[in-house]
Nanobody, 121 residues
Framework: VQLQASGGGLVQAGGSLRLSCATS????????MGWFRQAPGKEREFVAY???????YYATSVKGRFTISRDNAKNAVYLQMNSLKPEDTAVYYC????????????????WGQGTLVTVSS
């Protein structure tokens, strides 16, 4: 499974961005798809995941502001980010996992290259 994240950029606080993750490989719909982020000097942290049915789960820090979605026909997953804050600045990674949903990054076998999101105050 190969993943390609895109959509990052520079945005002012309070603004919005939509990240996309295109995937290749078989059985996309069976994978748990996740978004993680890594700020400078910090560990990579969980943001959100979505399972095949569309059920999702969010980190407390983004709940109510971010929305994860997937299009199984297009083998793609998205992260709509609204009301962005400077503390959301990070490189955002999409990841895929065959198996049950989890927030633990070590259980995701496949990773995209990351896309940088910078939120200015």
């Amino acid at each position: 499974v190969q993943l390609q994240a895109s959509g990052g950029g520079l945005v002012q606080a309070g603004g919005s961005l939509r990240l996309s993750c295109a995937t290749s490989g078989r059985a996309f719909s069976s994978y748990v798809m996740g978004w993680f982020r890594q700020a400078p000097g910090k560990e990579r942290e969980f943001v959100a995941y979505i399972i095949w049915s569309g059920a999702s789960y969010y980190a407390t820090s983004v709940k109510g502001r971010f929305t994860i979605s997937r299009d199984n026909a297009k083998n793609a997953v998205y992260l709509q980010m609204n009301s962005l804050k400077p503390e959301d600045t990070a490189v955002y990674y999409c990841a895929a996992r065959a198996g049950g949903p989890t927030t633990a990054r070590e259980y995701y076998a496949y990773w995209g290259q990351g896309t940088l999101v910078t939120v200015s105050s």
